[in-house]
């Protein structure tokens, strides 16, 4: 079956730094990825969709200018947390959807502390 | 936006026995209904969807029901194992918007359920 990456699958940095996250389709092709984010017990929230060469669309609330995210290949999308501090210390997770049959499918998640 | 309601948020049974979980939506432009289950410390994983124009789709000991004039979709687990054990979510799509081709996944709140062996 269709699968997608995370790298890395925890970190921790120290508040004022900034972290990437890499997110990747390994058999497949993605045209839009998606950004989500979970925090502890609760649901996952959508932060941005990402389309191949272009610029990525931003839910409401979440600032682009901090959460940067770039999807470069048909393959690959970055989210880079910019600056941060203890509060964005959450579960992230991507998606990426498949050109071919639309099917979406969700990475393993990405755990980061920000202390 | 598309507003989800799951219920119940927990959900206790006792291995063998059935569980059912309620996803409620509001968007009557939705067409896609998955349901993936969670496990402590992972990302979501598909376990069974149905799309708009069919009202029930089983596989194995999982099955989806969706009444659309109603908005409502369900889980069904039957015979469940102590395996089943996670948190589980609805995330229907919702229609394109903002000149898009493709919606977007909402998803409710989550229920844990707890199989007792």
């Known amino acids: 079956g269709a699968v997608v990456s995370q790298h890395p699958s925890w970190v921790i940095c120290k508040s004022g730094t900034s972290v990437k996250i890499e997110c990747r389709s390994l058999?497949?092709?993605?045209?839009?990825m998606f950004w989500y984010r979970q925090f502890p017990k609760q649901s996952l929230m959508l932060m941005a969709t990402?389309?191949?060469?272009?610029?990525?669309?931003?839910e409401q609330g979440v600032e682009k200018d901090k959460f940067l995210i770039n999807h470069a290949s048909l393959t690959l999308s970055t989210l880079t947390v910019t600056s941060a501090h203890p509060e964005d210390s959450s579960f992230y997770i991507c998606?990426?959807?498949?050109?071919?049959?639309?099917?979406?499918?969700f990475g393993p998640g990405t755990r980061l502390t920000v202390l | 936006g598309e507003n989800v309601e799951q219920h119940p948020s927990t959900l206790s049974v006792q291995e063998g026995d059935s569980a059912v979980i309620k996803c409620t939506y509001s968007?009557?432009?939705?067409?896609?209904f998955p349901w993936y289950k969670q496990e402590l410390g992972k990302g979501p994983q598909l376990i069974i969807d149905?799309?708009?124009?069919?009202g029930e789709k089983k596989d194995q000991r999982i099955a989806v029901t969706l009444n659309k004039t109603a908005k409502h979709f369900s889980l069904h687990i039957t015979e469940t194992q102590p395996e089943d054990s996670a948190v589980y979510f609805c995330?229907?799509?919702?229609?394109?918007?903002?000149?898009?081709?493709?919606?977007?996944?909402?998803f409710g709140q989550g229920t844990i359920l707890t199989v007792h062996p």
């Open positions: 149905i799309r708009s124009n069919v």
């Open positions: 998606s990426a959807k498949d050109r071919q049959n639309n099917e979406q499918f």
């Open positions: 995330a229907p799509r919702g229609a394109p918007a903002g000149g898009t081709s493709y919606g977007k996944l909402t």
């Open positions: 968007d009557s432009a939705s067409n896609y």
């Open positions: 058999d497949f092709q993605a045209t839009t």
């Open positions: 990402s389309n191949e060469g272009s610029k990525a669309t931003y």
